[in-house]
Every structure is written in C-alpha cells, then in structure tokens.
C-alpha cells in the first residue's frame, strides 16, 4: 500500500500549467468599463455582455471571439475593469458601449480549467514564468470566458489568461 498526501498531489497537479508566449495582432473590440467591487462583478459583466450582444445585433454583426474582461487593477473594492467582445473589424460605439482595441504585441497566456476563485495560484505561475524567461510584464491582464457559470459546472469553466509582456 503507498501512502501519500493527497492535497499535496492535487497542488502538483493543479501547478502543471501550459503557459506559453504567442505574438498576437491588434484586435478590435466593443466594450464597456467599469468600476466596481468583486461582489458586484458577476452582475455588472452580464449587464456588459448583454448591452453589447443586444447592439451586435442591431448592427446585425456577431463576435469575433468568446467575450473577454479585462482588469486594470487588482482593487477588489474598487476593480477597474473593461468587459467586451472582440469584434471582426472597427465598429462604432453607442453609449456606454466604446469602441477600442486589445494591443497588438507578446503575450503570455494560459488555458484554465476551473473555477475562478481558484485562478490565484495561475496569475502567480504566469508571474513566475515571465521573470524565469527574463520577460517583464506590462500593462493590462484579460480573461477570455469560453463558457459561463449558466452553461456547465465550475469545475469545467474555460478561461485563457493573457498578461501582455516585454
């Protein structure tokens, strides 16, 4: 019989994360920011996402890619965050809808799997991983969501990280 420390088997398995650096082009978006608190961010990123998909299809256009949130700060009473929808060429914004881009250049990025109050130990692996290759990280952190909460269980929640790098 092998004994083991179960907890400790599951951090390995969770610290085995594919992170990997990719080019990526400018990328235009819609999207709508906010400040707000973490307990409030569920809400106010399906208010987002539900103006912006309601003016796609008044403008009778689709997303390019899975809607995106993007933090500008790490103040969870007080989150600056951007929540959007990548969009296949510029469009124009309405309202509180703007029309923006995500910046061309390097960025360092990780598929997830789980829920999104585990992510902590991710962001801190990526950190990891870009001072270990020398790289500094710049600017602003997204989460891509290809799926929600309402579709399947937290444990198969698929968020990609991407931390923008030097």
């Known amino acids: 019989m092998r004994c083991y420390n179960q907890e400790k088997v599951k951090e390995e398995i969770k610290m085995d994360y594919n992170i990997e650096l990719k080019e990526q082009g400018l990328q235009p978006v819609l999207s709508i920011r906010k400040t707000t608190s973490v307990g409030n961010l569920p809400q106010e990123i399906g208010k987002a996402y539900g103006s912006i998909m309601q003016y796609l299809q008044e403008l009778g256009e689709q997303p390019a890619e899975a809607p995106y949130t993007a933090y500008y700060n790490l103040d969870m ?24 881009s995500i910046p061309a250049g390097k960025y360092v990025e990780c598929m997830y799997k789980g829920p999104y109050a585990e992510m902590v130990p991710v962001y801190e692996a990526m950190s990891k991983w870009i001072a270990e290759k020398g790289l500094e990280a710049v600017g602003t952190s997204y989460e891509v969501y290809y799926n929600s909460p309402a ?11 991407l931390m923008p790098v030097k």
Request: net charge negative; charged share 30%; aromatic share 2%.
């Open 77 to 100: 009473e007080h989150l600056d965050v951007e929540m959007g929808f990548p969009v296949s060429k510029q469009l124009a914004g309405k309202g509180e809808i703007k029309a923006g």
């Open 151 to 161: 579709e399947v269980p937290e444990s198969e929640l698929l968020t990609k990280i």
